[in-house]
């Protein structure tokens, strides 16, 4: 084998945490996207930013790829050994190192799910609001530059993420930003290596802004006549400056499997999701303005989950999206897709890629978080069927074109991995090749995550 040398050391360095066995290998050979698996050669499992480091120089030194791995979510091909090397699954580097509720911040390792962070939060009256759906690594959630939900309110991970801790790809360690809540001095690196997929080093420790639990928690259904109702209703509210914590839109295609997975009997019409956090003055008031314009625009009256396991249902419903969509056609294989789009432009891109889905031959729930302009489509798929692909394939292109058309962008949230690099150049112009240009400048062998975001060669 090419990497009998480095594998050695490997296994010299880790022991039984360095696997070459095919089961090990399958295991990380695929994430949650459309993308056929691809098996790495080994995987190792670290414990510490200094054997991190360690398996960084072995690798680097004999031009082994390596592949950072958390929790196999992700939807673009991310964590995809495309180029073989070693996968190193992060999740035993998974603790809480240090709280500061005086200040509102936490210290923790990238193997941390978000879950397991906010359990750990709970008696402190603090907790970390960016919520994909998933229960996602935290690592991984800076990487791709996640965001989710809660983000029409509390921002993305870009947003909430103050420091960073570094392995470049020749096995040096740095620290991006401090603790502190602002900062003028030199380059802004941490924002440099959030949303950089893995692609310019690994990241070994993050430092997450905290946010104060609401005292008050108040989620609601409505549902509308049509997709345009809905989506005005959404610019409306918006721009109408209510503090929105939540608004989701939900296709009539999607609420059809809600209820089919969910045992739920909701209306097949689409539907908005709402939650407002506050004061119990505070969340009355946004409430009710909300329910005046969503009347206004054709809404039905506000359906209210009032109790914690109402709400913890509804958003569990709202996050199982892509499992309902699949279990409506078993054994497919889902296609997502994920634009942003300028809010303004937002009912025009919904409406026309509805139009779009509803003349192909697949079928696909429509859901967003259409507070800030994003939402996704399932397209669901047949795997013996290359016909289904093709459309799928299109659907998708049409999005993303229609997307860039608007001003707006091919990827929210999801990232790009290996399904969005066509549309960069597009996107980004000349400045997709500056990007080539900064990772040549930190990993010029090409070592990191190969054959994810950035052109190479």
């Not at 809540?181 to 924002?191: A, E, I, P």
Request: aromatic share 6%; net charge negative; proline share 5%.
């Amino acid at each position: 084998m090419a990497w009998d040398i480095p594998f050695a050391e490997l296994r010299a360095l880790l022991g039984e945490r360095f696997l070459t066995t095919e089961a090990a290998r399958a295991e990380h050979s695929r994430d949650e996207s459309h993308f056929p698996p691809v098996m790495p050669d080994a995987v190792a499992w670290p414990e510490s930013t200094a054997e991190v480091s360690a398996i960084v120089k072995i690798c680097a030194a004999h031009g082994c790829p390596l592949v950072p791995w958390g929790v196999g979510s992700s939807l673009e091909g991310h964590v995809l050994a495309v180029k073989g090397g070693v996968t190193l699954n992060m999740n035993r580097m998974n603790r809480v190192l240090a709280i500061h509720a005086e200040d509102m911040d936490v210290v923790v390792q990238p193997g941390c799910t978000r879950e397991a962070l906010n359990t750990e939060l709970r008696a402190t009256g603090l907790f970390f609001p960016i919520d994909p759906g998933a229960n996602a690594s935290l690592g991984g959630m800076a990487a791709t530059r996640a965001s989710g939900t809660t983000a029409v309110r509390y921002g993305t991970m870009k947003d909430n993420i103050l420091a960073l801790e570094v392995v470049l790809a020749d096995g040096r360690i740095i620290r991006t930003g401090s603790r502190a809540k602002k900062s003028s001095t030199g380059y802004d690196l941490t924002r440099l290596f959030i949303g950089s997929e893995g692609t310019l080093g690994i990241l070994t420790e993050l430092t997450l802004k905290l946010h104060g639990q609401p005292e008050a928690v108040s989620s609601a259904v409505v549902d509308f006549p049509d997709i345009g109702s809905a989506i005005q209703a959404v610019i409306s509210t918006i721009q109408a400056g209510i503090p929105m914590a939540r608004i989701e839109f939900v296709d009539e295609t999607a609420i059809r499997a809600f209820n089919a997975y969910e045992k739920t009997t909701y209306p097949e019409r689409p539907h908005l999701f709402l939650e407002f956090h506050g004061s119990p003055s505070g969340v009355a008031e946004q409430a009710e303005l909300a329910g005046e314009i969503m009347t206004a625009m054709g809404g039905s009256d506000f359906r209210h989950a009032a109790s914690t396991e109402a709400r913890n249902q509804l958003w569990k419903m709202r996050h199982n999206a892509l499992f309902a969509a699949k279990s409506t056609k078993p054994g497919c294989i889902v296609l997502t897709t994920d634009v942003c789009v300028p809010i303004s432009r937002l009912a025009e891109a919904v409406l026309e890629t509805r139009a779009d889905i509803d003349a192909s031959p697949l079928t696909g729930p429509m859901v967003g978080h259409v507070g800030d302009g994003n939402f996704h489509c399932c397209l669901l798929l047949d795997p013996h069927e290359p016909r289904d692909k093709e459309a799928a394939l299109d659907l998708a292109h049409r999005m993303a074109e229609r997307a860039l058309r608007l001003g707006g962008t091919v990827s929210g949230e999801h990232g790009v991995g290996m399904g969005k690099r066509k549309y960069l150049a597009q996107e980004h112009g000349e400045a997709w090749e500056v990007m080539g240009l900064i990772k040549q400048a930190l990993d010029p062998q090409n070592l990191m995550n190969p054959g994810k975001l950035v052109k190479e060669g």
